[in-house]
């Protein structure tokens, strides 16, 4: 089955400094890919939404320029969370499209970001 | 606006019962949703997925079930064991298959 990763999958970093997250389709090529966050105990919001080649179209209320994203390949899609702050600090999870089957959602594992 | 919801934030069952798991969404021109579960410290995990076009759909112990008068959808799980105890989560499709999220469900499962 479709399997999609991120890297890492647990990050602690110092207020004021940026964070790379990874994500990754690891047996598909994904056309699109998208960048969900999830407070504790709540529900999956989903801040933007990444295509390979172009750049991404982020939900209203997110940040670009904090949330930079780039689609770089048909497997590969970052979200690096620029000049971090405590209120940063969540839980990231990405999806990606199998372009072959164009429906197919899958999840990746999240990315757990705690900021001091 | 758009959004999609879940009528119980909690609910607990005992081992070997049958789960129901609701959630109301507001826009009428959806038409596909799907369920999720999540796990603990885990990523959405598909559970079963329903088009517009359909108002019932059943899968391996899991039936989904939707009301498109009342924008209404429901996850039957049959025979409910721990290890299906997580948070549900119903989604709908929106434009460039955006998903919209409910509040999700967590069920517990009782021994």
């Known amino acids: 089955g479709a399997v999609v990763s991120q890297h890492p999958s647990r990050v602690i970093c110092k207020s004021g400094t940026s964070v790379k997250i990874e994500c990754r389709s690891l047996?598909?090529?994904?056309?699109?890919m998208f960048w969900y966050r999830q407070f504790p105990k709540k529900s999956l919001m989903l801040m933007a939404t990444s295509n390979e080649g172009s750049k991404a179209t982020y939900e209203q209320g997110v940040e670009k320029d904090k949330f930079l994203i780039n689609h770089a390949s048909l497997t590969l899609s970052t979200l690096t969370v620029t000049s971090a702050h405590p209120e940063d600090s969540s839980f990231y999870i990405c999806?990606?499209?199998?372009?072959?089957?164009?429906?197919?959602?899958?999840f990746g594992p999240g990315t757990r970001l705690t900021v001091l | 606006g758009e959004s999609v919801g879940l009528h119980l934030p909690t609910l607990s069952v005992q081992e070997g019962d049958n789960s129901i798991i609701n959630c109301a969404y507001s826009?009428?021109?959806?038409?596909?949703f799907i369920w999720y579960k999540q796990e603990s410290g885990k990523g959405p995990q598909f559970i079963i997925d329903i088009r517009s076009n359909m108002d019932k759909r059943q899968g391996q112990r899991v039936t989904v079930l939707l009301n498109k008068t009342v924008k209404h959808l429901s996850l039957q799980i049959a025979a409910t064991q721990p290890g299906d105890s997580a948070v549900y989560f119903c989604?709908?499709?929106?434009?460039?298959?955006?998903?919209?999220f409910g509040e999700g469900t967590q069920l517990t499962v009782n021994p």
């Open positions: 826009n009428s021109a959806s038409d596909y």
């Open positions: 989604a709908e499709e929106t434009s460039g298959s955006r998903l919209t």
């Open positions: 999806s990606a499209i199998d372009r072959a089957t164009y429906n197919e959602q899958f």
């Open positions: 047996d598909f090529q994904a056309t699109t």
